[in-house]
C-alpha cells in the first residue's frame, strides 16, 4: 500500500507551502489526504479564500507522514487539539515535517526541544526568542533529523519534499517528480539559505537573465570529465575569485562542494537505475575509482554503494507500493546531508 501523507491546513496558512506538498505527495507512491484543524473542516486563506477539508485532526492517527505548512506570523496560536494530535503521531513514529514557519507548530508542541531545526531566515530570531530549547539553523534549506524535518521558506519547502520522496522511493523517483515541478537540481539540505552578506549580486541575476544557470547546464552535462574552477569559470566568463564569489552567492555553496554533490546524485541514480559495476557507476559519475565512491557513500551517506542499490533498487521495483524497507533506510540520509 502507498504511503499516507496528511497534510494539514492551518489557519491562514500560506498557500505556496501548502500546495508544494499536494503536488509532490500526489503521486505515485502517496495517498495524500487534506485535514482541517479547525472544527467544521473549513479554514480561512489569505485573499479572502477558503479551504475546505473532508477529513479532521483524525487522519493524523492513521499518516505515515504529517507534513505542517506554513503558518501566519501576526498571532497565530495553533490548536491544542492539533498540538494533542502532533504528540501523539509522533511517538507512535510516524514522521512529521514543518515548513518555513510550519516550524513553530512544531515548537509549539514541543517536537523540537533539543533538536536542530530549520525556519525562515526572518523568523530564526523570534524562534529562538519563542523556545529557546531548539536549536535553529537559520541557513540551511533543511534539517532531516530523523523522524522529524524542517524546512526553510519557499523554494526550501520543495527541496525538503523531493528529499522525502528521494528518502522513501530513491533518486530517480525524486528527479522525477522534480521535472514534473520542472525545479532546479537536486540542493542538499546544508546549502545556505541566502547570499552571506557584502557580496553583490552578479549583473546578470539583477537585469533578470538567466545567472549561471548555463554553466551548470554545461557542468551536469560532463560530470564524468576532471572539471576545474577555471574551466567554470572561463565558462561563465569570470573570474575564478568573481566566479566563486557568484557561484556562492546563486548556488549557496562552494563550486566544488556543488561538483562533489552533482557527482554523489549522479551515482546514486546510476546504482539505482541500472547494473553497471561499481566502477563504471565511479567512472561516469566523475567520482574516479571504485574505492573513492565507496569512501564518498561512507563519508555522506553512512553506507555502501552496494548497500545503496540493493535497498533502492528494491525500492524502485516496489514503486508505487509502500517502500517498507526503503522507508527504514534512515542511515542513509544524515541529519545534514554531507558533501
Known sequence: MALRVAVTLLEKTSLFELAVPCAVFAGEGYELVLCATAPGGEQRAPGGLRLTAERGL??????????IPACMMDGYEPPGELLDALREAHARGARIASLCSGAFVLA????????????????????????????????????????????AGTAAAIDLCLHIVRGDYGTAAAAEVGRRMVVAPHREGDQTQYAPPGIPAPPSRTEGGPGLAPVLDWALARLHR???????????????????RHFAYEVGATPLKWLNQQRLARARELLETTDLPVDTVAERSGLGSGDSLRQHFHRALATTPGAYRRTFRMAGAAHPAHPAHAAQAHPAHPAHPAS
Open 58 to 67: 483524525d487522519a493524523l492517527r492513521e499518516a505515515d507522514l504529517i507534513v
Open 108 to 151: 509549539a508542541a514541543g517536537l523540537l526541544d533539543g533538536r536542530p531545526a530549520a525556519t525562515h531566515w526572518m523568523y530564526a530570531d523570534e524562534l529562538r526568542r519563542r523556545y529557546p530549547y531548539v536549536q535553529v539553523d537559520d541557513r540551511s534549506l533543511y534539517v532531516d533529523d530523523g523522524s522529524v524535518l524542517t524546512s
Open 226 to 244: 576532471p572539471l576545474t574552477i577555471g574551466e567554470l569559470a572561463s565558462r561563465a566568463g569570470m573570474s575564478t575569485r568573481t566566479f566563486g
